[in-house]
């Protein structure tokens, strides 16, 4: 039994006729005589009694038709309630960021999420990469803008939407003055964010590689969670930090620093990760859409 059988059998009771019906749903009489014909084999009864001037339910016909009704308008209540979902009436965007994408993105994009859809939620998670991949790798989250690379596993990665320097910074122009090797890294008295996950952060996982290839070990004097929290203590003389140069502008600790390029330069790239095989919903695709915008806006 499909729902087009019932929605066939219920029109014909309706209309009186299987062409009144068919002429009511825009389909070819044959096709509804058909699965209505279908439908009584499958149930092993006769519904009608064909007459010459109008159709009459059997007993059979009469015991289905306030079934049927209810099966259909289970269906549309169904419909209905999903709706504002895919009309982006209602529900909930569930979306991931790297950790410090609210200085330069996240109050952009959200203000104009919510000015063209005000009726759906909006839930933002600001996060290590790593542990964003993580999330939406277990359903917590439908998607997120993580910097790469990540652990690929059960995700779909879509190609680079943003690329930013990674520099290194100083409140001492001395140490700035030209390009800084990883070698040098090793020597200098380094504040590192993502304390939390470490060799696991995209970034430091680049200057680890770097480190090994050349045969020292980074082992920063300090190490703390945000991104934000390295730049200031290196603005106090804490220690020296590596950062996303995108970052420096967005600070009030800026103008006490000085940056120079590592050596070689060290590029972080950021994409979209969804779960492998998920459908996302329209809000999902809508945010990723306008990140994606505003990305592009942005100097690399």
């Known amino acids: 039994m499909t729902l087009l059988q019932l929605e066939y059998f219920v029109a014909a009771v ?54 049927a009704r209810t099966t259909l308008a289970t269906v549309d209540d169904a419909v209905d309630a999903v709706r504002p979902v895919r009309t982006l009436t209602g529900g909930t965007v569930s979306f991931g960021t790297f950790s410090s994408a609210h200085h330069f993105l996240l109050a952009d994009l959200v203000t104009r999420f919510r000015e063209r859809y005000p009726a759906v ?31 690929e596993r059960g995700l779909d990665v879509t190609a680079p939407v943003w690329t930013a320097e990674a520099v290194y910074v100083s409140v001492d122009p001395a140490r700035t ?27 430091r996982r680049q200057l680890g590689e770097r480190a090994r290839a050349a045969g020292v070990t980074l082992e920063p004097a300090i190490e ?52 492998t095989g998920s459908q996302l919903s329209p809000a999902t695709q809508e945010m990723i859409r306008m990140a994606a915008e505003l990305l592009r806006r942005l100097p690399s």
């Open 224 to 275: 703390v969670e945000l991104p934000a929290a390295a730049l200031a203590l290196a603005a106090r003389g804490a220690g020296d930090a590596v950062v996303s140069r995108p970052l420096l502008g967005e600070n009030a600790w800026s103008e006490h620093l000085t940056w120079a390029p590592l050596d070689p330069p060290l590029v972080e790239t950021f994409a979209f990760v969804t779960r």
């Open 14 to 67: 309706d209309h009186g006729s299987f062409s009144a019906a068919a002429q009511a749903l825009h389909i070819a009489q044959p096709s509804l005589s058909d699965q209505i014909r279908r439908l009584e084999r499958q149930l092993g009864v006769v519904l009608f009694v064909r007459t010459n001037r109008r159709l009459a339910l059997t007993e059979a016909g009469r015991l289905l038709l306030p079934r």
């Open 121 to 151: 939620r909006v839930r933002v998670l600001g996060r290590n990469s790593a542990e964003v991949a993580d999330a939406v790798r277990d359903g917590r989250l439908e998607a997120g803008l993580v910097a790469l690379p990540v652990d």
């Open 177 to 203: 003055a030209v390009p800084v090797t990883v070698e040098q890294l090793a020597q200098a008295p380094l504040v590192l964010p993502e304390a939390r996950w470490g060799d696991q952060d995209p970034t």
